[in-house]
């Protein structure tokens, strides 16, 4: 197995299991290709009931894990980052975009210092 699929397995980053069962790259067995919006709505695709809504007051920018665990798990999280600092407030929200993105979800301001985010999956409606 060539090191960078070592490495693709190791981190978790194939799509495709086989490569911790012992095969090498010299098998004759091709990948099939899948676009990776494709790999990203399997992987963020929701666990759990849509309609259960996370409120979460971080006071501290160490409390960002937190928030990245149910926004993954597919839940719908109220984030209210009005009792931290501005700058620390500042980079959680940046914090939060950054997941939102990367999981294909949304973030809104909701309120003042509030902040809604929404997995894919996720309908909202503004009017």
Same mark, same amino acid.
């Given at each position: 197995?060539?090191?960078?699929?070592?490495?693709?397995?190791?981190?978790?980053?194939?799509?495709?299991?086989?490569?911790?069962?012992?095969?090498?790259?010299?098998?004759?067995?091709?990948?099939?290709?899948?676009?990776?919006?494709?790999?990203?709505?399997?992987?963020?695709? @929701?666990?759990?009931?849509?309609? /259960? &809504?996370?409120? #979460?007051?971080?006071?501290?920018?160490?409390? *960002? +894990?937190?928030?990245?665990?149910?926004?993954?798990?597919?839940?719908?999280?109220?984030?209210?980052?009005?009792?931290?600092?501005?700058?620390?407030?500042?980079?959680?929200?940046?914090?939060?975009?950054?997941? @939102?993105?990367?999981?294909?979800? /949304? &973030?809104?301001? #909701?309120?003042?210092?509030?902040?809604?985010? *929404? +997995?894919?999956?996720?309908?909202?409606?503004?009017?």
């Amino acid at each position: 197995m060539g090191a960078v699929r070592k490495v693709v397995s190791y981190l978790g980053l194939s799509g495709v299991d086989h490569y911790d069962e012992g095969y090498d790259d010299d098998d004759g067995y091709e990948d099939e290709y899948v676009p990776a919006t494709e790999r990203a709505a399997r992987r963020w695709r @929701a666990n759990v009931d849509a309609s /259960r &809504i996370v409120m #979460i007051q971080p006071l501290k920018y160490n409390d *960002a +894990p937190l928030i990245g665990q149910h926004f993954r798990e597919g839940q719908t999280v109220i984030m209210d980052v009005s009792g931290m600092a501005m700058p620390e407030a500042t980079r959680m929200v940046d914090f939060a975009a950054g997941l @939102a993105y990367g999981c294909e979800g /949304r &973030i809104e301001r #909701i309120a003042d210092r509030v902040f809604l985010l *929404a +997995p894919a999956h996720v309908e909202i409606e503004t009017t």
